[in-house]
């Protein structure tokens, strides 16, 4: 029964995934006896970029968490990811804090988080020969954005605009242009005076891009708040929810988690709870006040 188990998830998991860019699914003998845990992680990196920062995550959460087998399962953009967010599809996930508040209505808990919170803040980039300077000049030009549901590089900077007298229903045109990545290149191409974003992608841009890079710098950033979430799925084991936490969160403190963490381009977890993510109540009752809160991209 297990092995049949086995191979029915594994089909469920392509017929529900379509064309997402994920890992080759490998039946191991040993594999037999494991559960298998889809974990989907938000595009806040491209696809390629993604899955090498956490394939090799998902295999340090196997070696450390007794039978379970993890998959990893990319997205192409924000909105392929919530709509299988928000129907329960994935048993772990990583989620921004907007995506997160969301899926607390839905059965999902946190039990981590990314570390630290300093670093998740919005960040607004130019070419370095637009000579930006002062929020004057964004106006009546048009500003990229990844996704209406990026907390970090859409909403934040958004309401950061707001803050510094932008008017960003009148004075700006928002193009939303659904990864980070492209954000980003459409200011380099100066599609856009200025592009919104966040640290990590922005960092592997830069490293991948370096001749691009020199052109182009950081002008604004925003406050920051709570870091992206680890978040189960009710109905997932107590002892496995557990184990996941505690084993992401001592990644900093393991020299094989270190390793894996460097290449990935953030510092680590730590444990965290549902009440960890009540600032980001708060500030999101003050955007929907000014702006209304965005749906999940169709």
């Known amino acids: 029964m297990k092995i049949v188990f086995y191979i029915l998830s594994l089909i469920f998991i392509f017929f529900f995934s379509g064309c997402d860019n994920k890992e080759e699914y490998k039946i191991e003998s040993q594999d037999f006896n494991k559960h298998i845990y889809i974990f989907g992680i938000h595009p806040y990196l491209n696809s390629q970029h993604m899955y090498n920062v956490y394939e090799p995550i998902m295999r340090y959460l196997e070696k450390k968490v007794p039978n379970a087998k993890f998959f990893l399962e990319t997205s192409n953009d924000y909105a392929h990811y919530e709509q299988k967010l928000y129907v329960g599809h994935f048993d772990f996930a990583l989620p921004n804090p907007y995506q997160t508040i969301k899926s607390l209505k839905i059965g999902y808990n946190v039990v981590a988080k990314m570390y630290p919170d300093e670093v998740f803040r919005g960040i607004?980039?130019?070419?370095?020969?637009?000579?930006?300077?002062?929020?004057?000049?964004?106006?009546?030009?048009?500003?990229?954005?990844?996704?209406?549901?990026?907390?970090?590089?859409?909403?934040?900077?958004?309401?950061?605009?707001?803050?510094?007298?932008?008017?960003?229903?009148?004075?700006?045109?928002?193009?939303?242009?659904?990864?980070?990545?492209?954000?980003?290149?459409?200011?380099?191409?100066?599609?856009?005076?200025?592009?919104?974003?966040?640290?990590?992608?922005?960092?592997?841009?830069?490293?991948?891009?370096?001749?691009?890079?020199?052109?182009?710098?950081?002008?604004?950033?925003?406050?920051?708040?709570?870091?992206?979430?680890?978040?189960?799925?009710?109905?997932?084991?107590?002892?496995?929810?557990?184990?996941?936490?505690?084993?992401?969160?001592?990644?900093?403190?393991?020299?094989?988690?270190?390793?894996?963490?460097?290449?990935?381009?953030?510092?680590?977890?730590?444990?965290?709870?549902?009440?960890?993510y009540d600032k980001v109540k708060i500030f999101l009752d003050k955007y929907e006040k000014l702006f209304g809160l965005p749906e999940h991209e169709n």
């Open 124 to 276: 607004i980039v130019s070419r370095i020969d637009n000579k930006i300077d002062n929020f004057e000049q964004l106006k009546g030009k048009k500003v990229s954005f990844p996704a209406k549901t990026d907390l970090a590089a859409s909403m934040m900077p958004l309401m950061f605009l707001h803050e510094n007298g932008i008017n960003v229903n009148k004075d700006i045109t928002k193009n939303f242009v659904g990864s980070q990545y492209s954000s980003i290149m459409n200011a380099y191409t100066k599609d856009s005076i200025v592009a919104a974003t966040w640290p990590p992608p922005w960092h592997g841009w830069c490293m991948e891009n370096p001749e691009k890079a020199k052109e182009m710098k950081v002008v604004w950033q925003t406050d920051h708040l709570v870091n992206n979430s680890v978040i189960v799925k009710s109905g997932v084991e107590e002892s496995i929810s557990i184990s996941v936490a505690n084993v992401l969160a001592n990644m900093r403190f393991d020299e094989e988690g270190i390793k894996l963490l460097k290449n990935a381009g953030f510092e680590g977890f730590e444990l965290a709870t549902n009440q960890n």
